[in-house]
């Protein structure tokens, strides 16, 4: 049986970002697509898009009951994406987070360092493939150190795979 999996787009916002027009965020439907091909069950909600605040998104978290929260972040939103996540595991620590985009591929020391262990793994790189193999390793049907593309915590040390 496959994993619920939230994937939140964070609630930035600016004005620039907005003036290009509001766009579902495609590596969200890249990752989505090849999660559903492992029998997982995906939801990608984009609460930038939506002009939703953080007690929509906490409401959102509640509603679904995922298994595992995912965001993204560019340097600008990471605030905003750790905050995300925060609240998923304020509603249930045992939900598993992630996040990826710019910002957690080039910084994952300094986005682990944040949230106070709110965040539980990075996703780096090209995250539709990463993120299964992620998943087959929380399940246990892989081992994480084999998970390539990804950071994470080990006690004091962060571990960050090729």
Request: charged share 25%; aromatic share 6%.
């Given at each position: 049986?496959?994993k619920?999996?939230l994937?939140?787009?964070?609630?930035y916002?600016?004005g620039?970002?907005?003036?290009?027009?509001?766009?579902?965020n495609?590596?969200f439907?890249?990752?989505a697509?090849?999660l559903e091909?492992?029998?997982?069950e995906?939801?990608v909600?984009?609460a930038?898009?939506k002009?939703?605040?953080y007690?929509?998104?906490?409401k959102?978290?509640q509603?679904s009951?995922?298994?595992i929260?995912g965001s993204?972040a560019?340097t600008?939103t990471?605030?905003?994406?750790t905050e995300v996540?925060?609240?998923a595991?304020?509603?249930?620590?045992?939900?598993?987070?992630?996040?990826?985009?710019v910002?957690?591929?080039m910084m994952?020391?300094?986005t682990l360092?944040?949230?106070n262990?709110?965040?539980d793994?990075?996703?780096?790189?090209?995250?539709?493939?990463?993120t299964p193999?992620?998943i087959?390793a929380i399940?246990?049907r892989?081992?994480l150190?084999?998970?390539?593309?990804?950071a994470?915590?080990?006690?004091?040390?962060?571990?960050?795979?090729?």
């Amino acid at each position: 049986m496959g994993k619920k999996i939230l994937l939140i787009t964070p609630p930035y916002h600016c004005g620039v970002v907005e003036s290009a027009g509001k766009w579902t965020n495609l590596g969200f439907l890249y990752i989505a697509g090849e999660l559903e091909k492992d029998g997982h069950e995906v939801e990608v909600y984009d609460a930038m898009a939506k002009n939703h605040t953080y007690e929509d998104i906490e409401k959102r978290i509640q509603t679904s009951r995922p298994d595992i929260v995912g965001s993204t972040a560019y340097t600008a939103t990471i605030h905003d994406a750790t905050e995300v996540l925060r609240l998923a595991k304020s509603i249930n620590p045992d939900i598993v987070t992630l996040v990826g985009g710019v910002h957690p591929t080039m910084m994952p020391e300094d986005t682990l360092g944040r949230g106070n262990g709110d965040i539980d793994y990075v996703v780096r790189w090209e995250g539709e493939y990463t993120t299964p193999e992620l998943i087959k390793a929380i399940e246990g049907r892989m081992k994480l150190s084999d998970v390539k593309g990804i950071a994470y915590r080990k006690g004091a040390e962060v571990i960050i795979t090729p």
